[in-house]
């Protein structure tokens, strides 16, 4: 059985491999008590990106990734708990395909009399944090 194949050689290997992608983040995490911060790129509604690899990827997806909650598919969208759009506190994420992100819209709507206006007010939010970070914006498509 070779060396990595066991739980703790795996765990090492995945620390070993994904320590430049977690030190990427941290440079631009906020970590703090409720919501984190961003002060990475964003997209001009709140999303934060890290340029990886010269890939380009939502801060949200490393964040789930260094939790050890892997992308379950292409498909799978990060989705907030707390509807901060900026937010990058893994605790506060899941991964939803688009029909579950949708129907939890839904939901949220109804027990908060419309999604849509809880949405917008914290891009607000999340937009003023990162003016005021000085975060760079980028061209990027909203998710
Ligand atoms: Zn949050």
Redesign the pocket.
Known sequence: MAWWSTSEGRAQELARRDRPLSERFDKFVVRQE???GWTGCHNGIGYGYLRINKKTRLATHVSLELAGRPQPSPSHMAC?T?D?PI?T?PE?LWWGTQAENMQDAKTKGRTRNGQSATVSRDADHALAFLREAGAPFIDRPGL
Do not use: A, R, V
């Open positions: 409720g919501c984190w907030h707390c901060n937010c506190n506060h």
